[in-house]
Every structure is written in C-alpha cells, then in structure tokens.
C-alpha cells in the first residue's frame, strides 16, 4: 500500500501538472493539463503502463494508445484505492 509520505512524493513530484490542472481554462487546456498530470503520476507508480502507452503512441495508427491510457487510469485507480485503504 502507498504510505503518506509516498503519496506526498508524488504530489510534490508532480506539482506543476497539479497546479496547471486547477488553473486551466478552456476543454482543450484542461485536456492537455490532465494528460500532462495521469503522465507525470503514471511515470512514478505505473511504469510499465506508461512505457506501453509511450510503444503504442510511436507506433502510431487509428486509436494509437487508446487502450494502453486506459490502462494507464486503470493503474492509477487502483494505487488511489490503495491510499485511501492506508489512510483508513
């Protein structure tokens, strides 16, 4: 289970994404600011999503990554649920 401290890491270590998240204005600015963000925390505790996603995007054609990103928020969820669980 993530501790505190790791999910203090990783807010730290992605900052600048969580703050263009809260400040962005407009769909496309917020789109960007999200995936910026899912990127960052999928770079820290989803590694081996992210680096599937990154594979799929290079290799390019309709719906590139499309399946590989929803594993990436799949994976996400998950560490989430888990630090919720710690907290408890």
Partial sequence: KPSNRAM???RDACAPHFDAVSKCVGDDA????????VMCMA????????????????KGGEGAGDREFA????????????AREAEA
């Avoid at 917020?30 to 963000?37: P, R």
């Avoid at 989803?46 to 290079?58: D, G």
């Avoid at 594993?71 to 888990?82: E, H, N, P, T």
Wanted: hydrophobic share 50%; aromatic share 8%; glycine share 6%.
């Fill in 8 to 10: 203090a890491e990783l």
């Fill in 43 to 58: 770079a820290k505790v989803c590694k081996a999503e992210a680096t599937v996603f990154e594979k799929a995007l290079a």
């Fill in 71 to 82: 594993d990436i928020q799949a994976c996400l969820g998950r560490y989430a649920a888990k």
């Fill in 30 to 37: 917020c789109s960007q600011a999200h995936f910026g963000l």
